[in-house]
């Protein structure tokens, strides 16, 4: 049984190849898969609003719920974008959910999980706003503001994050970044850490004792995941070099 780990496809509409990508690829997980780790930003947008006004992500949906049901656990790592999941994860899908990073021992190995996007200390900016949007008011809030407002402030937020993230990138090396953090992890019992956020696709071993570093690059261009196979985590790329 595989156990599979899937971050950043920030789908937007049933059409793009990503969105296509994807169905096809969970439709590939029924019955063979033990656990799928989401770890944020599945979508481009996502609030539990009690009414799911985002009627365009339904058959991503669908095919969760047909993989759960075929017997595959979900656990759920809220991203940047992806977050207050609501009633649609806990209880349609029976999600196991995670508002921040989590440790988990899967197949001998400690691992350090997490999105990614608490891990840049020095980006506060981005801290604040986090602790505004992730608060306990703003779930609140989710339950009873107009959707119009809320998707309205979901395109400026969108337009924000687009455009600081280029500018992010040239200020900062994301790569030692996550070497940095991964030293941190190892300082405090795990070998080995799970990240997305940063769009980076690398699968390597952090100098000294034995620690690997899974960054999962992206399913928008990319089109990475990453998977543990009696203990040894890989990156992959879908399709399968080679498949028809």
Same mark, same amino acid.
């Given at each position: 049984?595989?156990?599979?780990?899937?971050?950043?496809?920030?789908?937007?509409?049933?059409?793009?190849? &990503?969105?296509?990508?994807?169905?096809?690829?969970?439709?590939?997980?029924?019955?063979?898969?033990?656990?799928?780790?989401?770890?944020?930003?599945?979508?481009?947008?996502?609030?539990?609003?009690?009414? &799911?006004?985002?009627?365009?992500?339904?058959?991503?949906?669908?095919?969760?719920?047909?993989?759960?049901?075929?017997?595959?656990?979900? %656990?759920?790592?809220?991203? &940047?974008?992806?977050?207050?999941?609501?009633?649609?994860?806990?209880?349609?899908?029976?999600?196991?959910?995670?508002?921040?990073?989590?440790?988990?021992?899967?197949?001998?190995?400690?691992?350090?999980?997490?999105?990614?996007?608490?891990?840049?200390?020095?980006?506060?900016?981005?801290?604040?706003?986090?602790?505004?949007?992730?608060?306990?008011?703003?779930?609140?809030?989710?339950?009873?503001?107009?959707?119009?407002?809320?998707?309205? %402030?979901?395109?400026?937020?969108?337009?924000?994050?687009?455009?600081?993230?280029?500018?992010?990138?040239?200020?900062?090396?994301?790569?030692?970044?996550?070497?940095?953090?991964?030293?941190?992890?190892?300082?405090?019992?795990?070998?080995?850490?799970?990240?997305?956020?940063?769009?980076?696709?690398?699968?390597?071993?952090?100098?000294?004792?034995?620690?690997?570093?899974?960054?999962?690059?992206?399913?928008?261009?990319?089109?990475?995941?990453?998977?543990?196979?009696?203990?040894?985590?890989?990156?992959?790329?879908?399709?399968?070099?080679?498949?028809?």
């Amino acid at each position: 049984m595989r156990t599979i780990f899937l971050a950043d496809a920030h789908l937007v509409a049933p059409a793009d190849r &990503n969105y296509l990508l994807l169905l096809q690829f969970l439709r590939e997980l029924e019955g063979n898969t033990e656990t799928l780790f989401i770890m944020g930003d599945l979508f481009d947008f996502w609030l539990g609003f009690p009414s &799911n006004p985002l009627c365009q992500y339904d058959d991503v949906l669908a095919a969760l719920h047909t993989l759960v049901q075929s017997g595959c656990r979900l %656990v759920y790592l809220e991203g &940047n974008h992806d977050f207050h999941l609501g009633a649609t994860f806990r209880e349609r899908l029976g999600a196991e959910i995670h508002t921040g990073p989590t440790v988990i021992t899967l197949q001998g190995r400690r691992l350090f999980l997490c999105h990614g996007d608490q891990i840049n200390h020095r980006d506060l900016g981005y801290r604040l706003l986090r602790s505004i949007l992730h608060n306990r008011l703003a779930a609140a809030l989710v339950t009873i503001i107009p959707t119009a407002v809320a998707l309205y %402030v979901r395109s400026r937020l969108q337009r924000a994050s687009r455009a600081g993230y280029q500018a992010k990138r040239k200020r900062w090396d994301y790569r030692e970044i996550i070497r940095s953090f991964s030293r941190t992890v190892r300082a405090q019992g795990c070998d080995g850490l799970v990240t997305g956020h940063f769009h980076l696709a690398f699968c390597e071993q952090l100098d000294g004792t034995p620690f690997t570093i899974l960054s999962l690059g992206d399913w928008m261009e990319q089109f990475t995941y990453g998977e543990i196979t009696a203990g040894s985590l890989s990156l992959k790329t879908y399709p399968a070099p080679g498949a028809q």
